[in-house]
C-alpha cells in the first residue's frame, strides 16, 4: 500500500495530516496490545477527519498518512530517536526493538515526502497547514492541558502569529507553541514550509473535542474561515 492518501483540490491551502492512520502493515508485529491501536499513542485522533472536513470546505488539496505513527513517525526527522518508537507514553513497543529502520524509511517515510513535495510543487500553495491532535493529559503524567487549540511553528512565524490572533478573537482558547514547541518539534512544515520559504503553521486540537462527527463539524466551521483569511494574498507575507 501507499503510505498516503492525496485529496484533490485547488485552493490556495495544502493541508497535511501526518498522524492519520492506525493501520499496521500485516508484515510488521509492533508487540502491543490491539486495544493500544485505538489511542493517541497511535493515531491523532480525529485529525484525519478534520483534515478531510477543511478539505471540502476549502476546496484544499490534503495529504494523508495511511500507516501508524508507531510504524513510523513520519513528522520525525530520520535520525530522530523516535522515528521508529520503541516507547510512547509509558507503554513500550517491543516489536520496534532492533527494527530495520532504513527499511521502514525506504517504504513508508521517503514515499510520503516526496509526494508532498511533489503536490506543493504541482499547486504552489500560499499556505501549509498541517493537522494533529492531543490528549488531555498524558498517561504517563502531565498537567492538565486546557488550551482548545494548540498554533505551532518554528522560525517562521508569519501565518502562526495571526492563527494565535484569529483564533483567539474568536474565543478559542489558544496555545502559542502548546502543548509542545514547534521550535523543538516541526519536522514537517520545517522541510517543506520554511525550506520552501511558504508561510505554515500546525494546528493541534484537544483530541477529545474532535472524537466525534458532531465535535469535527463543530471545529472544521471555526477553522476554516480563519484559514481562508489567513491564505488571502499578502495577509501571511
Given amino acids: 500500500m501507499l503510505p498516503f492518501e492525496v485529496i484533490s483540490g485547488t485552493g490556495p491551502i495544502l493541508l497535511i495530516c501526518d498522524h492519520a ?63 521508529v518508537p520503541e516507547s510512547s507514553d509509558g507503554h513500550a513497543i517491543t516489536g520496534n526493538i532492533g527494527a530495520d529502520r532504513e527499511a521502514r524509511l525506504a517504504r513508508f517515510h521517503i514515499p510520503y515526502h516526496c509526494a508532498l513535495a511533489a503536490l506543493i510543487a504541482r499547486h504552489q500553495p500560499r499556505l501549509l497547514v498541517s493537522i494533529h491532535s492531543f490528549t488531555p493529559a498524558l498517561e504517563s503524567g502531565s498537567a492538565p492541558r486546557p488550551w482548545e487549540i ?36 516541526n519536522m514537517t512544515l520545517n522541510r517543506h514550509g520554511e525550506g520552501n520559504g511558504i508561510p505554515s503553521f500546525a494546528i493541534e486540537l484537544r483530541n477529545n473535542l ?28
Fill in 150 to 185: 494548540g498554533i505551532l511553528y518554528n522560525r517562521d512565524a508569519r501565518a502562526a502569529h495571526q492563527a494565535i490572533q484569529r483564533f483567539t478573537a474568536a474565543g478559542v482558547v489558544t496555545g502559542d507553541n502548546q502543548p509542545y514547541s514547534g521550535r523543538v518539534l
Fill in 210 to 237: 474532535i472524537d466525534t462527527p458532531a465535535g469535527v463539524a463543530q471545529w472544521a466551521s471555526v477553522i476554516a474561515p480563519i484559514l481562508s483569511a489567513i491564505a488571502q494574498p499578502g495577509q501571511a507575507s
Fill in 21 to 83: 492512520s492506525k493501520a499496521v502493515p500485516p508484515d510488521i508485529d509492533l508487540g502491543i496490545d490491539s486495544n493500544l491501536l485505538d489511542k493517541h499513542i497511535n493515531i491523532d485522533i480525529g485529525a484525519a477527519d478534520v483534515t478531510r472536513a477543511l478539505s471540502a470546505m476549502l476546496g484544499a488539496p490534503a495529504i494523508l498518512a495511511t500507516v501508524s505513527r508507531l510504524v513510523i513517525d513520519l513528522h520525525r526527522s530520520p535520525d530522530h530517536p523516535g522515528l
